[in-house]
């Protein structure tokens, strides 16, 4: 069993074990061997690297000169075990006077190439037949051969086999006949010409020479011998110290590969896995020691015998280290693929980010699925193993691809972090679906979910058929508090109403200084800053702006000393990303070391600030909810400036992860929490802090046509479940299945099923019947084209008709001049809804459109006199659809953002904030990709194709065609690649060839922890597509087994 930590115990060949036993039987490795033969020192207990026995390294670079000559030394024990041997020569003279002739060839070959056959049996690895048993030295010298290299042991056994071989021909008169090892027959020309061979046979050698030369040539002179030929032998040009850590390396995944098969107790050298893996873990993290929860986790037998497995812990109690650990067995050690799930895109970067470099040190592919990105199905590999880093949408269409090509079964293990989303809207409901898909088609795939935030377990459980862990352990003190009015009281679950005095607030407010902050926002806040970090919590985006604003209003000037300097390039930076232009909020605020940070901002200037925070530059964000959902930035202080998100009371899954930010690992001693609160919602307060979680239900029914009937067609479509009955067998292990009581209490599991298929049939993606005498029959039912295309584009199933209808009027006349038709048909339908046109914005860009597409908005429905009534507040008497004519506006924006390609001057021009422009772009990205697989299903839109798969890639990065290719590298934003672009990196070998240290020297503003980051991910992406065409090249060449015989 493991030790806790990373220090971790391993067995160990002891010394000890060869001296029981003095004869060594050398042979061939059997099948079940480890690729690489460990020889390991005495000392017990010691977690030592396996040394390759064919290795080239150095033989005595581990011994100094005084070990070879000084009074113990090495050569002097040799002295001392030669007399033993010369005190019994005379009796060996005599013995070899008796010696047939033709031995002596033999010999006296031996001797000649002692350096040779040494040098020859290390090159084949000591292969030597089953039957040759050896004779070590006497044990008075035994810790002088435990410590002597390979080549040398081998040497020694020869030389003593001789000496016992000549005691042995003394003591009888029977005729011996010796002859050499397989490497001198090799080198020897009688090997290959038996005429010499039998002229040596007759060449008689006098025993006196054999005697004279035991005499004359010493151990010692032997061993110089030996080592000035070792010393002198040809080496490859290859770095030693590689191919020895390549060979330990090998042998470590051997061995834990084996160890995990067999479900040993014992879990080899770290978990399972390489003591390689250890290093990266203290190279690229800094960790040193794993917490104690964290062993008893990985070391659960649940684990071992692969059983699938949820745990829970709070906010930064080291879930994903568990999570990663747990996918580098399965991808180095039981060499499977694995699918982890993250809930957005930002963490989906961060995460490929941070698994690139150890992907490049260990050898598997990360690739990411997330926004447009992602190939489906995924290249098969044959060598490689990949990691997809997917966002719940994605992951989804990852395992329908892989059901349908009968992949399933590569996908090893899966991990879904934020488990608790099963239980939230759509997206949830996407989630069971996936995961209910890969429970029924794969028994051997591993299900592993983790979340801070889980209160009906058994529910989640059943549905996962999974083991549960739990630890309440915070690596730092979390201390909540509540304010009301001047007052801060403690949460104390034991008193009667939850809140214990704990103190008054310090801090003199003058009478004009309580109107601005009547909540004592810069009180608690300056108790902490500049020396320590803080996070305010607002409820929208404008009081995030509102709050930092007010905060740096009322500051000190000291504030402004603080780091000036990195403030100062912070605001340079910014302003680069901007094109000139910088928030006149951020402009003022972080002089302060002061920021907002919510989804108004575009993902350049998120990371901008989330990096000055990181590194102490900024030491207060005022930010929305999405923060605690996002990115790690953990505080010393953590303020909820009040206990809602938007209008709505908070739930306690959102105050849990809030508030779980608070502290951070190996800074803070202790993390704060304080929830301001108005005497109105004091007790809405008190049940928020004392209640359970909220429970996790499956939300299949109330998203019909993302979840219930998404999860129906798409049962059908791959084939997983085609009758009624194979549905209804599905549907009983879905969390639906587990929770049907609770959740449909109006109609059975049986009675929603048919519903759902029924609809299907009526909007033409389905083919079958199903009625109320025969819907427990086993007809069986079929997918329609349309139907296909709808799951391949992971389609809504709201909007599928409408597509089709619109992609079908646009084949009649698609209007080609400029691309803004293909990007109507491309701007996705579920950002309408929350779309409010500026009407002069919209006649203003109309009117700046060609002839040409002026008649692409008449194509689809909105003529220009509506939208020159609207501008004008005429009053309309036609009926235009307001989804149509609100989709077109957003057209509109994409178009003129394609042009420009600057969110700024866009985002000016439509009055829309930056990350409203932003978020349209990557949902329209996402949504063209989806359009494109739609279409790849129907043959009728084959003219689609190309115009689409060129717009989801201007889409996916809205730059100049030469910035592409290092915006294609995880964490490289627009801003990032410009300033790579004109340092010269200008290709994705650039990059991935870079030194992190010129790379820092030459690109402002980025840190060297960053630059190592970028470029292992470039490594990454680059060794993925040499992979991927090496992959086409194999298959290509690939000779088929179907090739008709000649008769």
Request: with cysteine; hydrophobic share 35%.
């Amino acid at each position: 069993m493991a030790s806790p930590g990373l220090a971790v115990r391993r067995k160990s060949h002891h010394g000890s074990a060869r001296k029981r036993s003095r004869t060594v039987t050398l042979a061939q490795p059997s099948a079940a061997a480890s690729p690489v033969e460990s020889k390991r020192p005495s000392g017990a207990g010691a977690a030592e690297a396996p040394c390759s026995n064919d290795s080239e390294d150095d033989l005595f670079g581990d011994y100094d000169m005084e070990s070879f000559y000084g009074k113990d030394s090495l050569l002097a024990q040799m002295d001392d075990a030669e007399h033993k041997y010369l005190q019994d020569e005379n009796m060996d003279v005599t013995a070899a006077k008796d010696i047939p002739g033709n031995l002596q060839p033999g010999i006296h070959q031996k001797k000649q190439n002692n350096i040779i056959t040494s040098e020859t049996e290390e090159e084949h690895g000591f292969q030597m037949n089953e039957k040759d048993h050896v004779d070590i030295c006497p044990e008075s010298s035994e810790s002088v051969f435990d410590e002597l290299p390979s080549s040398q042991l081998l040497y020694f056994e020869k030389m003593d086999e001789l000496s016992s071989g000549s005691r042995m021909y003394a003591g009888t008169d029977r005729r011996v006949e010796c002859t050499s090892s397989s490497s001198d027959k090799v080198r020897s020309p009688s090997f290959l010409c038996p005429d010499a061979e039998h002229e040596n046979r007759t060449t008689d050698f006098s025993s006196d020479s054999k005697c004279d030369l035991l005499k004359t040539e010493s151990l010692k002179d032997h061993l110089k011998s030996a080592m000035t030929g070792n010393a002198k032998a040809q080496t490859l040009q290859v770095s030693k110290t590689k191919q020895l850590k390549e060979a330990v390396l090998i042998e470590e995944i051997f061995v834990a590969s084996k160890t995990i098969e067999s479900s040993s107790v014992d879990i080899g050298p770290f978990y399972g896995l390489p003591s390689k893996v250890k290093d990266l873990l203290r190279q690229f993290r800094g960790i040193e020691t794993l917490y104690e929860w964290q062993h008893d986790c990985l070391t659960l037998e649940s684990l071992q015998q692969r059983k699938n497995l949820i745990y829970s812990l709070p906010t930064s109690g080291g879930k994903t280290l568990v999570a990663e650990i747990i996918i580098l067995q399965e991808l180095l050690c039981r060499q499977k693929d694995v699918l982890m799930i993250l809930p957005y895109v930002a963490i989906v970067q961060e995460k490929i980010k941070a698994l690139s470099s150890f992907g490049i040190e260990l050898g598997f592919l990360v690739e990411e699925y997330a926004g447009s990105k992602g190939r489906f199905p995924p290249i098969k590999r044959r060598i490689k193993k990949s990691l997809y880093i997917a966002t719940i949408e994605k992951g989804h269409a990852l395992v329908n691809s892989l059901i349908e090509t009968e992949r399933i079964g590569d996908l090893g293990l899966v991990v879904v972090d934020e488990l608790h989303m099963l239980g939230e809207g759509s997206r949830g409901a996407t989630l069971e679906i996936t995961l209910a898909k890969i429970l029924y088609t794969s028994k051997n795939t591993q299900i592993i979910g983790m979340s801070a935030t889980l209160n009906n377990v058994g529910d989640l459980q059943k549905f996962l058929q999974a083991e549960y862990y739990t630890n309440n352990f915070r690596p730092v003190e979390l201390k909540e508090y509540v304010k009301i009015r001047d007052t801060i009281y403690a949460v104390d679950s034991k008193t009667e109403n939850g809140f214990t005095f704990s103190h008054f607030l310090n801090f003199k407010y003058s009478s004009n200084l309580e109107k601005a902050d009547p909540d004592h926002i810069i009180a608690l806040v300056t108790e902490v800053i500049p020396k320590y970090s803080c996070l305010i919590f607002c409820p929208t985006k404008k009081n995030c702006e509102n709050v930092a604003s007010m905060v740096c209003k009322y500051l000190n000037k000291e504030f402004r000393v603080f780091r000036e300097k990195e403030k100062q390039d912070l605001i340079k930076n910014l302003k680069s990303i901007g094109n000139g232009s910088i928030c006149p909020v951020l402009k003022q605020t972080i002089p302060f070391g002061v920021a907002y940070h919510h989804s108004g901002l575009t993902n350049d200037e998120r990371k901008s600030i989330e990096e000055a925070y990181s590194a102490g530059v900024l030491c207060l964000i005022a930010c929305t909810v999405t923060l605690a959902a996002g990115v790690n930035l953990p505080a010393r202080r953590v303020i909820l400036r009040a206990p809602y998100v938007a209008s709505d009371f908070l739930k306690k899954n959102q105050y849990k992860q809030m508030i779980g930010r608070a502290g951070r690992a190996g800074i803070d001693s202790a993390g704060e929490s304080i929830l301001i609160v108005q005497e109105k919602d004091k007790r809405l307060v008190q049940d928020l802090v004392h209640s359970p979680l909220e429970n996790c239900y499956s939300n299949l029914l109330l998203e019909l046509t993302k979840g219930m009937q998404s999860l129906l067609l798409s049962l059908v479509g791959l084939k997983i479940a085609v009758t009624y009955e194979e549905v209804n067998n599905f549907m009983r292990n879905t969390l639906l299945g587990v929770q049907q009581q609770l959740l449909s209490k109006d109609k059975s599991l049986s009675e929603i099923i048919k519903d759902g298929l029924e609809s299907l049939i009526e909007k033409g993606l389905l083919k079958g019947r199903i009625s109320e005498k025969d819907h427990n029959s086993k007809c069986t039912i079929t997918v329609t084209p349309l139907g296909k295309a709808t799951i391949k584009g992971s389609i809504d199933l709201a909007y599928c008709n409408l597509l089709y209808r619109e992609l079908k009027k646009g084949l009649e006349g698609l209007v080609l001049e400029s691309n803004l038709h293909v990007l109507y048909l491309a701007t996705p339908y579920d950002l309408t809804s929350n779309c409010s046109p500026d009407w002069m914005i919209y006649l203003r860009q109309f009117s700046q459109l060609s002839a040409a597409e002026q008649k692409v908005a008449d194509i689809v429905g909105v003529p220009e006199s509506f939208i020159t009534k609207k501008a004008s507040g005429q009053a309309i008497r036609k009926k235009v659809d307001s989804a149509v004519v609100n989709r077109l506006y957003l057209s509109f924006v994409l178009y003129t953002l394609l042009k420009e390609m600057n969110v700024w001057s866009v985002s000016e021009k439509f009055n829309m904030s930056r990350g409203y422009v932003q978020n349209l772009l990557s949902s329209a990205a996402s949504f063209a990709s989806c359009v494109l697989h739609f279409c790849e299903e129907l043959e009728e839109f084959w003219v689609y194709k190309a115009l689409l798969a060129e717009l989801a890639k201007q889409l996916t990065y809205c730059v100049k065609t030469e910035l592409i290719p290092l915006m294609e590298v995880a964490g490289v934003l627009e801003a990032r690649a410009k300033q790579l672009y004109n340092a010269g990196y200008r290709t994705l070998a650039h990059l991935a060839n870079a030194d992190p240290e010129t790379l820092v020297k030459m690109i402002e503003h980025l840190p060297r922890r960053q630059a190592k980051q970028i470029i292992s991910s470039a490594k990454m992406l680059l060794s993925e597509k040499a992979e991927a065409l090496q992959e086409e090249v194999e298959e290509l060449l690939k000779v088929p087994t179907d090739i008709p015989a000649n008769y």
